[in-house]
């Protein structure tokens, strides 16, 4: 029983994990926590649906042992990269434009108003009621036992790692992702060095937008696609960045899974009624004995 | 002597309206170390950071082998052959030794980038054993080692260096220097605002005395440093 609630949590985790990436390369590269990172979830799951639905390949049968099919992991990479370019375009007519004028307190109100804005843009476009990639049933299969997960869900698990490898080979060894991290430490000094900050702010809205709609198609998949779906996620996604120490894509990722194992397992032991409270217990937990979070740096 | 650098009437400083530097003019030529001196909170350190564009430039020139530089942003200078190293915070902590030499020479080619890295490990051997340690770890004078030899990378003509003898040993000054002088030997023009006058008369060629934003001297190091009357000028007296 437990087992399950783990599993549960893994997959759950995955999910905030990836969302959380965005915010903390926003926070790190840019300075200030971006309240619309949840959006990004949300626009690339409808990306995804428009596309579907614009192409007419929203019907194609399911792709067995999955319950989607074959067009969605077509559309997938367009939605990444079309949120990708959402995130760069709110950076150029919002962000950009304030960071001259405003401090960083300027900037993350800017993010609450965005995040309002994108978040009615859905509702006028869309329409507020919930929509599916597929109507298929998905079966969930023993994996383990006392768990069963149906294969979609373990598909999430897969994309995420691998994109969160992919992640990590592109900070640690190219030169965009040393290019990062040095203007995370210090951006003037990478002016100094030959580092073009604009190029790696776009860079990092980029990389950001695209884990977050990777994680929205996702969740779009093993759940529903409707409206808030990213703005409620919003406060898990901050407690996942913060755990695993604010500026840290591994951390984000880590934290996203404490997270999510956390709120799965406060259900049987704590009872549902805590569930959303369960991930603030933890990063309380956490924070008292490490305040920079899991692997975040002491500055 | 050719002109490198040249700085005509620059006013510049942190807040418009209120200029630290107000209306300095100087010229670098090739090969020679030019060191900056003068009291605290004369402009020293924003002289070389407005060149650098790291401080608004309000008024005046700056050119860099005949080519102005209005307008060039900081990651720009580096192409365009002016090195530049800080006082403080002038290698990244958290990458290694290794990553902070790669960064630098992003913008060569593969095989030009690993042998102008190798150049600088040939150079420097302490950088090269100590390639995968996180600079934040290295001793201060093997940070400032580091720094000239990221700023060497690029094959500037012009570097500028702000107080590169700060806070090391005496013994590790001098190793310094000697670098110094082996570089500015190369063809490397050197602009160094130095706290240590005595050190940076010995070491520089030609000096320039900054008092309250205004060069108030320029003249031949030996002869400042002969001068009885440096003091006065830095106490505001005329010399």
């Known amino acids: 029983m437990i087992a399950q609630y783990v599993a549960d949590g893994v997959v759950s985790g995955a999910l905030v994990g990836l969302g959380a990436i965005g915010l903390t390369l926003t926070y790190a590269v840019l300075g200030f ?46 939605a990444v990269a079309l949120t990708g370019g959402l995130a760069v375009a709110l950076d150029h007519v919002l962000f950009r434009p304030l960071r001259r004028r ?36 998905a079966f969930a299969i023993p994996v383990a036992p006392g768990v069963r997960l149906t294969a979609d869900r373990m598909l999430v698990v897969a994309l995420a790692l691998l994109a969160m490898a992919a992640l990590h080979l592109l900070l640690t060894r190219s030169r965009l992702g040393l290019a990062m991290r040095a203007s995370a430490e210090n951006p003037a000094l990478a002016a100094v060095y030959g580092v073009d900050a604009e190029g790696v702010r776009r860079a990092s809205w980029w990389i950001g937008g695209g ?77 008292m004995l490490r305040p920079t979070g899991l692997f975040g740096e002491r500055p | 002597m050719s002109v490198l650098l040249a700085v005509s009437g ?14 300095v003019s100087l010229t670098l030529g090739e090969g020679g170390i030019v060191a900056l001196i003068g009291p605290n909170g004369a402009g020293k350190s924003t002289l070389i950071k407005a060149i650098a564009g790291q401080v608004p430039r309000f008024a005046g020139a700056v050119s860099l082998a005949g080519r102005d530089l209005a307008g060039t942003p900081t990651h720009r200078l580096g192409a365009l052959g002016l090195g530049y190293v800080p006082q403080v915070a002038n290698v990244f902590a958290r990458l290694t030794v290794a990553e902070n030499l790669v960064l630098a020479a992003a913008a060569l ?59 090391l040993a005496p013994a590790v000054v001098s190793t310094v220097f000697a670098r110094l002088r082996a570089i500015a030997a190369g063809g490397v023009a050197i602009l160094l605002v130095e706290q240590n006058v005595g050190a940076a008369l010995a070491l520089a060629t030609r000096a320039l005395v900054l008092v309250g934003g205004r060069i108030a001297r320029e003249d031949a190091a030996a002869a400042l440093a002969a001068d009885p009357g440096l003091a006065d000028l830095f106490l505001g007296r005329a010399a």
């Open chain 1, 102 to 137: 405003a401090g960083p307190m300027g900037l993350v109100i800017a993010s609450f108003g965005a995040s309002l804005a994108l978040a009615n843009l859905v509702v006028l476009l869309f329409g507020p009621k919930p929509r599916y990639f597929s109507r298929a049933i």
């Open chain 1, 211 to 287: 884990m977050s709609a990777l994680a929205g198609v996702l969740l779009g998949q093993t759940e529903q696609i409707q409206p808030l779906m990213g703005a409620d996620l919003l406060l898990s996604l901050f407690a996942a960045a913060i755990l695993g120490g604010i500026g840290s894509a591994g951390g984000a990722f880590v934290g996203g899974l404490v997270v999510g194992l956390a709120e799965a397992l406060s259900v049987p032991l704590l009872g549902a009624a805590y569930r959303p409270a369960a991930a603030f217990l933890v990063l309380f937990a956490v924070l």
């Open chain 2, 109 to 167: 080619p593969g095989p030009a980038r690993r042998a102008a890295v190798a150049a600088q490990y040939a150079a420097f051997p302490d950088l090269a054993s100590r390639a995968r340690l996180p600079a934040g770890r290295l001793s201060g004078g093997q940070r400032q080692m580091l720094a000239l030899a990221r700023a060497l990378l690029a094959s500037p003509r012009v570097l500028l260096l702000d107080e590169p003898s700060a806070g």
């Open chain 1, 33 to 78: 926590a971006n309240f619309a990172q949840g959006e990004f979830l949300t626009w690339g799951a409808y990306f995804a649906l428009a596309l579907l639905s614009g192409t007419g390949l929203g019907h194609a049968a399911a792709l067995p042992p999955f319950a989607f099919g074959w067009p969605l992991l077509l559309v997938l990479p367009a």
């Open chain 2, 10 to 23: 620059l006013v510049a400083g942190y807040e418009p309206g209120l200029p630290i530097l107000r209306g």
